[in-house]
């Protein structure tokens, strides 16, 4: 095939070198992510999520596992493609990578296991179909690296379909957090100093966020960072790949966005807001654009739960940011409201969990926060709220979770507040007020 026919002698040996330096070079002792890439035979291992939010890292805690299990540096191939020196790569040349791997090491082609690892490789043309090649006709494990879920799912579909598994990597949990800055992530019995590490760090990780790189910097320097990830993830991500018409809609759009956190998103009153000042768009256009900054890993958008696929689109969802700290930086007020904030880092760790997740609205027209059913088959309802002392704020929430037990089924039930812990029995079942940080330490266990 044309594809496999590159000779650039010039790039083959630039290929080399990168190979060889990477396989020497040592690896930094980094935070262990919660989640767990289990290869299966066959099958190409895809990690996806936001860009900055620790892939590469994650890649690197491979690496350092299978060089734990003695596997010889040799069968590792550990490529970044946001290397300058492999900018030149065309679709022709994907043999020269082949050949410059094999070319040194003849003796493994087609006997000994060789781990293919390789970060952000999707921009280049014609990948997938050498990864299609490896996959067939070597003995090796794939894994890849990308920050878009739309670009990756639609090459896939050309030629790996039903060859690939995908895991979703978001930024720093509240749990991972934890074990960055070495605090015990149990939540049994906690000594008066344990809970005190605990609750300063739940301090710290409201202002800070998830993205790995702002730990350690001052509230400006983070604020500046989290600016710079949403340029590179609004022009790289979303306006080259997308072939975007309107880039200063898109942007405004995005920022707009931030600010309605956990609120219902009208398409056809963000068209004409845009209208009257000044730009034509559609509703077409902005439900595109809303798409591409969720493929981005950028929004998580929450629909409606009905049992009528018809309806639950036509019903607007609600919105969130993949990382509440990088929305506060970017002029949301989420951080003067302590109860959004919530809803958002609630929203992260459920998204982590699930994609079957939505927002339930009762007969009564009582609304849930989120709706989540994990992959075991358990079903949650969960609401979000500051606090629960007032008796007004405690009817409502408690109102629209009993009704919608009822209606459900659902036996269990959890308001999540900043402070508040109490179990309350219901003739429906039992609802648990949970702080959120512990709530976070112990979903899905």
């Known amino acids: 095939m044309v ?48 860009r900055r939010c620790g892939k590469s890292t994650l890649m690197e805690g491979i690496v350092a596992g299978l060089r734990k299990k003695r596997v010889a540096r040799e069968n590792i191939v550990w490529l970044n493609f946001m290397d300058d020196r492999l900018a030149a790569l065309e679709e022709g040349d994907w043999n020269d990578l082949y050949e410059a791997y094999y070319s040194l090491y003849p003796e493994k082609r087609r006997k000994e296991k060789v781990y293919f690892i390789f970060d952000e490789m999707q921009d280049y043309p014609g990948w997938q179909l050498f990864i299609e090649r490896l996959r067939r006709d070597e003995k090796c494990e ?48 906690l000594s008066t100093t344990q809970r005190m590490e605990v609750l300063r760090a739940w301090e710290n990780y409201k202002q800070t966020g998830g993205f790995p790189e702002v730990y350690g910097l001052s509230a400006e320097r983070r604020r500046q ?14 306006v080259e790949r997308n072939a975007v018409g309107q880039p200063l809609v898109l942007r405004s759009l995005a920022r707009r966005m931030l600010n309605q956190v956990g609120a219902l998103f009208s398409v056809s009153k963000v068209c004409k807001d845009f209208s009257s000042m000044g730009y034509s768009v559609s509703r077409e256009t902005i439900s595109q654009y809303v798409q591409w900054l969720e493929d981005a890993f950028f929004l998580i958008t929450v629909p409606a739960f009905s049992a009528s696929m018809g309806k639950q689109q036509r019903r607007m969802h609600k919105v969130y940011c993949t990382d509440h700290a990088m929305a506060a930086s970017l002029g949301a007020r989420i951080t003067a409201n302590i ?18 997740l939505y927002y339930y609205t009762t007969q009564n027209k009582y609304e849930v926060d989120f709706l989540a059913t994990l992959s075991g088959g358990g079903r949650h309802l969960v609401q979000v709220c500051h606090a629960m002392d007032d008796a007004t704020t405690r009817r409502r929430e408690l109102r629209a979770l009993t009704t919608a037990m009822q209606e459900t089924g659902i036996k269990n039930a959890w308001v999540v507040t900043e402070g508040h812990e109490e179990d309350i029995p219901t003739p429906h079942g039992t609802i648990h007020a949970l702080p959120a940080w512990k709530w976070l330490l112990t979903f899905g266990e």
């Open 3 to 50: 594809i496999f026919a590159g000779m650039n002698m010039e790039l083959r040996q630039a290929l080399r070198e990168i190979i060889l330096d990477r396989q020497q070079m040592e690896l930094e002792v980094s935070t262990p992510r919660d989640l767990v890439i289990e290869p299966y035979e066959k099958k190409v291992s895809i990690c996806m999520g936001v």
């Open 142 to 189: 794939i894994y890849l690296t990308g920050s878009s879920s739309k670009l990756l799912s639609k090459e896939i579909a050309t030629c790996l379909r039903g060859r690939t598994m995908t895991w979703e990597l978001y930024p720093f949990s509240f749990g991972e957090y934890l074990t960055r800055a070495k605090v015990s992530r149990k939540v049994g019995r």
């Open 225 to 238: 960072l989290h600016q710079e990830y949403f340029s590179s993830i609004l022009y790289h991500d979303v």
């Open 339 to 356: 109860g959004q904030m919530l809803e958002n880092i609630v929203c992260v760790e459920l998204r982590r969990h699930t994609h079957d």
